[in-house]
């Protein structure tokens, strides 16, 4: 089947007429998909499908299609998980909202015990919250989101300036996600581990504040963005954390059982912000990076 991929791939960029299976950039998605319409290009991340509307530039979904392969080129067991689940990548346009996408029209704002909410947004929840349509909320909140139909925005994953997480890369971030899914299905000695690590950094004030620390599937994702040298600075009491070195010595569990699912790989090779200096803020360093509220 990745023969015919690539042929078909081939062909379409080099049609002089229009294919059956080809879109404007590239290829379709395959019938077995069942997407809906709105998804009219796909990329095969070595069965981890990533698809798009018409809007979005085909390079956005190469690279991400690479970014992915190279994240899971170490556990082949993981990939078979999210394989086997459907897991899916969608780009959506810098021109397209999160609920544009047909899966995520239906979605309403969390309620104020979700625990997904960070610190700040639990304090101001009805300033930030609570006064906003669904469609106002999600739209203004997440350009990004993990899980079976994964999320990335255009702009993050070819590292325009008008990203709004210019700096890093969202796409690493919610695919860890994903990652850490698989770990619990394929892999729960080391899952164990990673509960056992974000309990530890809990109670030793680790990440405090900071978005590593509210759920452990946000201290795993926002671990692997710093793995791969691909996150902002974070800044505890002048402690500076800024790539996998760093990591290491600040949070050596984490640091130990990110290296059981990625191996020594330290760079995604079609990441925008590996190793960027977006990643430091322009100006003097702060003492603490994490959100005032």
Aim: charge should be negative; aromatic fraction near 8%.
């Amino acid at each position: 089947m990745a023969g015919k991929a690539v042929a078909l791939a081939v062909a379409c960029s080099i049609a002089a007429l229009p294919l059956a299976g080809c879109t404007a950039g590239g290829q379709a998605p395959p019938a077995h998909l069942g997407l809906d319409p709105f998804y009219v290009r796909y990329r095969d991340a070595g069965g981890i499908a990533v698809v798009s509307s018409a809007r979005v530039e085909s390079e956005a979904l190469a690279k991400a299609s690479r970014m992915i392969d190279d994240m899971l080129a170490h556990r082949p067991d993981l990939r078979a998980v999210l394989s086997q689940r459907g897991y899916r990548v969608a780009i959506m346009a810098e021109s397209e909202a999160i609920t544009d996408l047909p899966e995520n029209a239906h979605w309403t704002k969390p309620a104020k015990d979700d625990p997904r909410l960070t610190r700040c947004e639990r304090k101001h929840y009805e300033e930030r919250i609570g006064r906003l349509s669904d469609r106002e909320y999600w739209n203004a909140r997440a350009r990004g989101i993990g899980g079976r139909f994964t999320v990335a925005a255009e702009e993050d994953v070819l590292g325009r300036p008008t990203s709004r997480y210019y700096g890093e890369t969202i796409l690493v971030h919610e695919f860890a996600h994903n990652v850490l899914d698989a770990i619990q299905a394929a892999d729960p000695a080391l899952y164990g581990q990673i509960e056992q690590a974000y309990a530890a950094a809990l109670d030793e004030g680790l990440w405090k504040d900071e978005y590593a620390s509210t759920t452990v599937q946000e201290y795993w994702a926002e671990g692997t963005q710093f793995w791969f040298n691909s996150n902002r600075l974070a800044v505890f009491d002048g402690r500076r954390i800024l790539n996998h070195a760093d990591l290491a010595a600040y949070d050596p569990r984490l640091a130990a059982a990110l290296a059981q699912a990625y191996g020594k790989r330290h760079r995604l090779a079609a990441d925008p912000f590996y190793r960027h200096p977006a990643r430091v803020p322009p100006g003097p360093i702060p003492e603490n990076t994490a959100e005032v509220c």
